[in-house]
T-cell receptor, first 114, second 113 residues
Framework: DGGITQSPKYLFRKEGQNVTLSCEQN?????MYWYRQDPGQGLRLIYY???????QKGDIAEGYSVSREKKESFPLTVTSAQKNPTAFYLC?????????????FGQGTRLTVV | LAKTTQPISMDSYEGQEVNITCSHN???????ITWYQQFPSQGPRFIIQ???TKVTNEVASLFIPADRKSSTLSLPRVSLSDTAVYYC??????????????FGSGTRLSIRP
């Protein structure tokens, strides 16, 4: 089945540690995105990538880093510089934006800093 | 990117038709309007997309007036399972470095028995 997979579903991290969230898609989509969602809030864009080896900052990129070495993969690293990392993280992919463009989302990773 | 404005929350009852309106006064010529649905602790799911006039699929209808400054998502005969957050997005068509998918705060729809 084609789709987008995030892992792990739940993640606990100690303060001061970096942690990497995985996102893999087999939809052959060029574009991939990372969002952060806090309780009762909408989605905020962290980073996005239109093509392999290229990515741009979203609205809240500080304290996060990404890489796009393969079309299928777009991992997100939450660094120790992120002041309040506890949140629900969502990864998405889509074809180039245009008519009939639908973004497909993973099931999310819930990160808790302990 | 055009900003969108939606009601924060709406309530309705099972079997009713629900209309959620989204304002996007600064929509650009090549922008499309897309709606997503999100259940708690899940990723959003695409509902419908349109450019102008009316679009209908098996789940919903999307009404877009001629000036395209607003759009209305219509959910026919809602059920309890339609309780969710609904997001209206406006995005540019075409492949460019500026193309990205931006979500607003959404409308929290609650359906009662």
């Amino acid at each position: 089945d084609g789709g987008i997979t995030q892992s792990p579903k739940y993640l606990f991290r100690k303060e001061g540690q970096n942690v990497t969230l995985s996102c893999e898609q087999n939809l052959n989509h060029d574009a991939m995105y990372w969002y952060r969602q806090d309780p009762g809030q909408g989605l905020r864009l962290i980073y996005y990538s239109q093509i392999v080896n290229d990515f741009q900052k979203g609205d809240i990129a500080e304290g996060y880093s990404v890489s796009r070495e393969k079309k299928e993969s777009f991992p997100l690293t939450v660094t120790s510089a992120q002041k309040n990392p506890t949140a629900f993280y969502l990864c998405a992919s889509s074809p180039p934006l245009g008519a009939d463009t639908e973004a497909f989302f993973g099931q999310g990773t819930r990160l808790t800093v302990v | 990117l055009a900003k969108t404005t939606q009601p924060i929350s709406m309530d309705s009852y099972e079997g009713q038709e629900v209309n959620i309106t989204c304002s996007h006064n600064n929509i650009a010529t090549n922008d499309y309007i897309t709606w997503y649905q999100q259940f708690p602790s899940q990723g959003p799911r695409f509902i419908i997309q349109g450019y102008k006039t009316k679009v209908t699929n098996e789940v919903a209808s999307l009404f877009i007036p001629a000036d395209r400054k607003s759009s209305t998502l219509s959910l026919p005969r809602v059920s309890l399972s339609d309780t969710a957050v609904y997001y209206c997005l406006v995005g540019s068509a075409g492949y460019s470095s500026a193309s990205k998918i931006i979500f607003g705060s959404g409308t929290r729809l609650s359906i009662r028995p």
